[in-house]
Each structure stands twice: as C-alpha cells, then as structure tokens.
C-alpha cells in the first residue's frame, strides 16, 4: 500500500494528540503531506505536552478540548477524512485510586466522540488505540484476538467498553472503526518523569538520572515493546485498510523478561546499574505476569510487523533524551 498517496492532502484528526503516539503521528502525517488537526485537553496526569510538537506547531492545528465536549468536538470532526482516536487514560494503578474518572474518560468520552462522528461525520475513518490490558492475565501465550477478556484492573474494564463502542459502531452504524490492542510502546515524547503511564518509561528515567532500575519481583517476567514508529505505522495502516473495518487486532514484538531489558537498556545507555526490589502489593495486585503478543492476524491481513529492534529503539529513544531530557523531567 503507498501510505503517502493514501494520506497526502487528506484531512486528519488526532485525539490525544499531544501525547506520546498522537505527536510522533501528527509528525509523520505532515510528512505525508496531510492537514493535521489534534485535540488534546492537556490533563496534566495524562501525557500530553506542548513540548511534544513545540517543532511543527506552526504546521498543525492544535485545539485544547475535552472529547467529552461535544459541541467542540462537533466543530472539529465535521469535515475530517480520518480519526486516530489516541485520547484516553492509561494508567492502571490510576484507574483503581479514581475510577470514575478512569470510566469517563475511556468510556463516556469515546461514546461521546462516536455520537458526534455518527451524526457529523459518519464516513470518517477511525482507528481507536486499545490495550492488551483488555487480556488480564494470560492463559496461554503468544496470546491471540481469540484469548478470553478478563481485565485486572479498571482501565482494562474501560478500555474493553471503549473498544466494544467502536465495533458496535461499525456493525450497526456501518462506521469504518478499527482497534489496535497495544502493549508497551516506548520512545521519544513518551512520558517519563514518573511511573504513572508506563514502567518502561520510569526506568528510562531511573537510568537518565543516574539511579538504578527498579526491577519489581524476580525479574523473570516476559513482555513484548514496539518501538513507536512501528506503532504509527499500524496506525496509518489500518486506518487505510478496506480489511481493518470493524476489527481488533493485536499489536506486538519479541518477548523479552525484565533483566535481559534492564542489561540492554544499561548497554545502550554506555552504563547505569539495575536492582530486584519487591513487588508493591497494589502493583502485585494487578500485574498481569508474562504476556507477549500474537501479531499473526494483522501482520496478515494488513501487512504490519514491527521493523524496530530494541537495540535499536533504545538507542534512538536515548538520544532523543540526552538532548531534550529538561523538558520531561
């Protein structure tokens, strides 16, 4: 598929969008040639910054709203050709201390946003950025779009209802809606002054500040990362693909356990230490323990796998921060 024809002069907007995926994404659709609009309410426990576009701010259109306005995001989504809908709270351990905060955000918001798309704009094309939280606890791994959904946690509970929204807008609606249950996407722009979002992101500031890694449990644990450039591309991907309506599909990468991430983060970074500390009971509580991906679905119906190694993410994503570290600390 030539992504640039698809998307040059076509008219995108990105909710979320000045968070970590939504400003590399706004990135590579002005490269594409694209009219970029992002929305972003700037909640200051989510990972949105300005910082995050400060480069190509005279490039996009930049509205600070709330998806749960509806008479905004009526004005913005009228006349686009594309939705990555990328807003959304993240946060586990966040979803247990404020549930409701956690439901209206991934739940009443993506509604909300829907009703506007399904009464404005029915044949905007939309890709809704899910998580493989939905998953839970695995049973057997690689897990697969047909693994059972048993959240372990509110955000996964959230995230389930946000991606059931946009499937059921397809089969009743007829809307071309497509989700992407991602697992940890790292690189530049991600947020990593504190552990709210992300562990990886935490320990890339652990390292960048000169502290050791804080390994949780035995370190055994197995995870999969895509570096956020495969991530966009999946992005740009299903949202063109006649294939992608009205599907799920699972992001993913090579599994790894947590020492061997720590030793290469270490590696990348020229040095820096890693320690086993124990697990914090209200994380223990909803870790979901080894999990890594099947990705065979999307990889064959639309041609996505991921091109990045973690060597060489890790190197990127490190470089970005030696130079830009002041503005996410």
């Known amino acids: 598929m030539d992504i640039a024809a698809v998307y040059f002069r076509q008219r995108i907007l990105i909710t979320g969008g000045l968070g970590f995926i939504g400003s590399n994404l706004a990135r590579k659709l002005l490269e594409l040639g694209a009219v970029v609009t992002i929305v972003d309410n700037l909640d200051p426990d989510l990972g949105g910054s300005l910082f995050n576009v400060e480069d190509i701010k005279e490039q996009i259109r930049i509205?600070?709203?709330?998806?749960?306005?509806?008479?905004?995001?009526?004005?913005?989504?009228?006349?686009?050709?594309?939705?990555?809908?990328?807003?959304g709270q993240a946060s586990h351990l966040g979803s247990m201390q404020d549930p409701f905060k956690d439901v209206t955000v991934n739940a009443v918001g993506t509604l909300k946003l829907l009703e506007v798309c399904r009464l404005y704009n029915p044949k905007v094309r939309i890709v809704y950025a899910g998580t493989r939280q939905v998953y839970g606890r695995p049973t057997y791994l690689p897990v697969d779009e047909n693994h059972s959904l048993i959240p372990l946690d509110n955000n996964g509970v959230s995230k389930q209802a946000g991606e059931m929204y946009h499937i059921v807008y397809h089969r009743v609606h007829g809307m071309a809606t497509c989700v992407l249950r991602m697992t940890n996407v790292y690189g530049p722009r991600m947020r990593i002054k504190d552990d709210h979002l992300t562990f990886i992101g935490w320990w890339f500031h652990q390292l960048l500040t000169g502290k050791d890694i804080e390994i949780f449990g035995d370190g055994k644990q197995i995870r999969d990362l895509n570096y956020v450039d495969d991530v966009v591309n999946a992005l740009l991907l299903c949202a063109a693909h006649p294939a992608a309506r009205g599907k799920i599909y699972n992001l993913g990468g090579e599994p790894v356990d947590l020492l061997n991430l720590a030793r290469?983060?270490?590696?990348?970074?020229?040095?820096?230490?890693?320690?086993?500390?124990?697990?914090?009971?209200?994380?223990?509580?909803?870790?979901?323990?080894?999990?890594?991906?099947?990705?065979?679905?999307?990889?064959?119906?639309?041609g996505w796998q991921p091109q990045t190694t973690l060597r060489e993410g890790i190197a990127r994503l490190l470089e970005y921060y030696r130079m830009n570290l002041e503005h996410y600390l």
């Open 63 to 87: 509205v600070q709203a709330d998806i749960c306005d509806e008479r905004e995001m009526k004005t913005v989504i009228e006349d686009q050709d594309y939705l990555f809908n990328l807003a």
């Open 264 to 302: 290469l983060m270490v590696e990348g970074n020229g040095g820096g230490q890693y320690v086993i500390v124990p697990f914090p009971e209200d994380r223990k509580r909803i870790d979901v323990g080894d999990y890594y991906g099947d990705y065979t679905l999307i990889k064959t119906e639309v």
